[in-house]
């Protein structure tokens, strides 16, 4: 079973603080590492993704860091804000197959607290 | 750029009655969309995987006559929730795939099954 294991579950970070959100994967065939912000009913909107070619990613205040060796990627929020304040989803897919189906974590509920 | 729609955003039906929800991709053809299934602090269960022109591909466990798929181009995909019980009441998103490993989400549809 294609797993991605996504950590903690829920997080609480004051404002200014940095936010950290961990990933870890088990299959070596994924190529394609994006994450997902979600707030209360509303879809998932694309982030910041990283392929495995590089170690870091950075766009504005998210940075993604890649560990391949690891199997291991994490989502840094820096300057937290309370506008932040959401569900964050990391997915891994393989790019070379068919149906770019998506296998995504559990989730992690963020709170920044003013 | 990447924009997929919902339509609607919201329904509450009768128990026994079918639903149809609509998902555009506004500015990209999608050859690939993806139809999830939300609960409450969940993550995103994938429901089936259409391609234009061609039969949805279903996920196990998720009944292919119950939740009808219909993709009839690049830029539209249907989801039609057929004889909907209580138990079909969840949070629907949609996604459409631009380029092979990229995929854009829809804003979601809220059903309500009374």
């Known amino acids: 079973q294609q797993q991605v294991k996504q950590s903690p579950q829920s997080l609480i970070v004051q404002k200014g603080g940095i936010s950290i959100i961990n990933c870890a994967y088990e299959?070596?065939?994924?190529?394609?590492f994006p994450w997902y912000q979600q707030f209360p009913g509303k879809g998932p909107a694309l982030l910041i993704a990283?392929?495995?070619?590089?170690s870091e990613k950075k766009e504005g205040r998210f940075t993604i860091s890649f560990n391949k060796s690891a199997k291991q990627f994490s989502l840094h929020i820096m300057d937290s804000q309370p506008g932040d304040s959401a569900t964050y989803f990391c997915?891994?897919?393989?790019?070379?197959?068919?149906?770019?189906?998506?296998?995504f974590g559990k989730g992690t509920l963020l709170t920044v607290n003013p | 750029g990447a924009v997929v729609s919902q339509h609607p955003s919201r329904v509450i039906c009768k128990s026994g009655t079918s639903v149809k929800i609509e998902c555009r991709s506004l500015?990209?053809?999608?050859?690939?969309m993806f139809w999830y299934r939300q609960f409450p602090k969940q993550s995103l269960m994938l429901m089936a995987t259409?391609?234009?022109?061609?039969?949805?591909?279903?996920e196990q466990g998720v009944e292919k006559d119950k939740f009808l798929i219909n993709h009839a181009s690049l830029t539209l995909s249907t989801l039609t929730v057929t004889s909907a019980h209580p138990e079909d009441s969840s949070f629907y998103i949609c996604?459409?795939?631009?380029?092979?490993?990229?995929?854009?989400f829809g804003p979601g549809t809220r059903l309500t099954v009374l």
């Open positions: 299959n070596t065939a994924f190529d394609y």
């Open positions: 990283i392929r495995p070619d590089v």
């Open positions: 259409s391609n234009e022109g061609s039969k949805a591909t279903y």
């Open positions: 997915a891994a897919t393989y790019s070379g197959g068919s149906n770019y189906k998506l296998t």
């Open positions: 500015d990209f053809q999608a050859t690939t």
């Open positions: 996604s459409g795939a631009r380029v092979p490993d990229t995929q854009y």
